[in-house]
């Protein structure tokens, strides 16, 4: 992946959702369900592509330090995870748009973003801090070699061995050899400093990403809480389903039984309203 296709990833992935997230930030603290969907679609979009560049990176990794080792491949290296890096930061301020959504049905696909993005950059955080290891390796190794390079020896014995010809000769070719010998230190000094401040320009990446990962982990946590709490709605909503059916069946069977002794009374009463009847016709008679 060249810078040109890092570039045209930012305009179409971090751009496009913090665009939706501005302009409903300088309007309202809520954000819209048709915005909540737009605003997801980039955030699953970005999780994807950093998912892509992890992948990408770590063939790149597993290339130091072996023959195919190379400035070049340093260098793209550096561009595609400084990218990522913005790539993370800017999926990050998404996601916490899309926190302002509160809408109840929206819940289990805002999770899930959360979800994926933080698996995401648990990858990318360790290929970073593997990166680190071992550009700083690099550095002390370079650093080590430089202490260690040799200058050529000075020739003390042209003077009585050739003519003066022979020496300027040597003398000449000697401050030649060392002019070539300081350009090149001077190019390896260069590029080594450059390695150091992509290892501090690194460093500092790792301990933001290393933010993001803490609040993300507090977000997973307030998610928990809420689940549980769910749960033991559901749980307390069960038992009381539970101890209403209980009252229900009680109270029907209080209800058959005061049935019960209204047919009893009802039937005893009209037995004696019978022998009454029945006394009185006979006294008649």
């Known amino acids: 992946m060249d810078l040109q296709h890092m570039e045209n990833g930012i305009g179409s992935g971090g751009g496009g959702g913090s665009g939706i997230g501005g302009g409903n930030n300088s309007n309202s603290q809520t954000l819209s369900e048709i915005d909540f969907q737009r605003l997801a679609q980039t955030i699953a979009t970005s999780i994807q592509k950093i998912q892509q560049n992890v992948v990408t990176m770590q063939r790149m990794v597993n290339q130091c330090n072996t023959p195919q080792d190379s400035p070049d491949l340093k260098k793209q290296l550096h561009q595609l995870m400084m990218y990522t890096n913005q790539l993370v930061t800017d999926t990050n301020i998404q996601l916490n748009e899309v926190e302002k959504c509160k809408e109840r049905h929206l819940k289990i696909q805002r999770d899930r973003l959360v979800d994926e993005f933080t698996a995401a950059l648990t990858k990318f955080q360790t290929l970073q801090r593997k990166t680190l290891d071992i550009g700083k390796n690099q550095v002390r190794q370079a650093r080590a070699n430089q202490y260690n390079i040799s200058k050529p020896p000075g020739n003390t014995n042209n003077a009585s061995n050739g003519s003066n010809n022979s020496f300027f000769d040597d003398n000449l ?113």
């Open 173 to 285: 070719f000697g401050r030649k050899s060392q002019q070539q010998t300081q350009m090149q230190e001077d190019i390896d000094l260069q590029a080594l400093e450059e390695q150091e401040r992509a290892i501090r320009e690194l460093e500092e990446n790792i301990v933001g990403v290393n933010e993001i990962y803490k609040k993300l982990g507090s977000m997973v946590y307030e998610q928990g809480l809420i689940i549980d709490s769910i749960e033991s709605s559901v749980e307390h909503t069960s038992v009381y389903v539970s101890q209403g059916s209980e009252n229900l069946r009680m109270a029907s069977s209080y209800k058959n039984k005061l049935r019960k002794k209204k047919l009893i009374l009802l039937g005893i009463l009209a037995v004696i309203v019978l022998i009454i009847v029945l006394i009185l016709i006979m006294k008649f008679k």
